[in-house]
C-alpha cells in the first residue's frame, strides 16, 4: 500500500487560515529587506484572512499543496496579463510555507498549475519575478525559464525591477 504524502488539490474554504498564513510566512521570509518595511506591512495586512475567504469563496484558479494534511503552499494562474504575446499562459503566484522550502515541492507545484494551463489550450507561460528575489529567479531558471521582458513595480517611493520568465 503507498500513501501519498504530497496532494495538490483544489482549495477547500476552510483552507482560508493555513492560506493566509503560507502568504504572511513566505512573504516575511522571501521580501523582508527587498521591499521596504512599511510597503511589505501594508500587503500583508490586505492580504489576511477576511481577503483568503473572500478569494476561496470565488473560485478562482488556485491550487494548494497539501503535504501530509497541511496546507504547504499554493499557486495561481491564468491567461496571461501581458497582452499580445505567445504566452498565453501565466503563473501569478507560487509560494510556499519556509519549512516547505528546498524540497522539490515547488517544482510540483509549478506543474502541476503547467498542466491545468495546458488543460485551458493555453499556449506557452510566463512568470513574473522580482530581480532581487534571487530564489525566485533561479528556480525558474531552473525550471527552463528564459527571460523575455524587464519591467518595475513600485513599492511606496521605492521601484523595484522584475523580469518575465517564459516557457513555450
Not at 55 to 81: C, E, H, I, M, N
Not at 110 to 127: I, M, P, Q, S, Y
Not at 136 to 162: I, Q
Request: net charge positive; charged share 25%.
Amino acid at each position: 500500500m503507498t500513501v501519498d504524502v504530497v496532494q495538490i488539490r483544489p482549495p477547500r474554504t476552510k483552507d482560508a487560515e493555513a492560506l493566509a498564513a503560507v502568504y504572511e510566512e513566505a512573504w516575511q521570509g522571501v521580501y523582508q529587506g527587498i521591499i521596504p518595511h512599511l510597503s511589505l506591512q501594508r500587503m500583508l495586512a490586505r492580504r489576511g484572512l477576511r481577503w483568503w475567504d473572500a478569494t476561496l469563496r470565488k473560485r478562482g484558479p488556485l491550487l494548494v499543496l497539501d503535504f501530509d494534511g497541511q496546507v504547504a503552499g499554493y499557486v495561481t494562474y491564468g491567461r496571461s496579463r501581458f497582452g499580445r504575446s505567445p504566452f498565453q499562459g501565466e503563473i501569478f503566484e507560487l509560494y510556499l510555507h519556509p519549512i516547505y522550502q528546498g524540497l522539490g515541492l515547488g517544482e510540483i507545484l509549478f506543474k502541476a498549475a503547467r498542466g491545468r494551463l495546458a488543460d485551458l489550450r493555453l499556449k506557452g507561460l510566463l512568470v513574473w519575478a522580482l530581480i532581487d528575489n534571487e530564489a525566485a529567479c533561479n528556480f525558474y531558471a531552473r525550471l527552463g525559464g528564459k527571460p523575455v521582458a524587464e519591467g518595475a513595480e513600485a513599492f511606496g517611493e521605492v521601484t523595484l525591477r522584475k523580469v518575465a520568465f517564459a516557457w513555450s
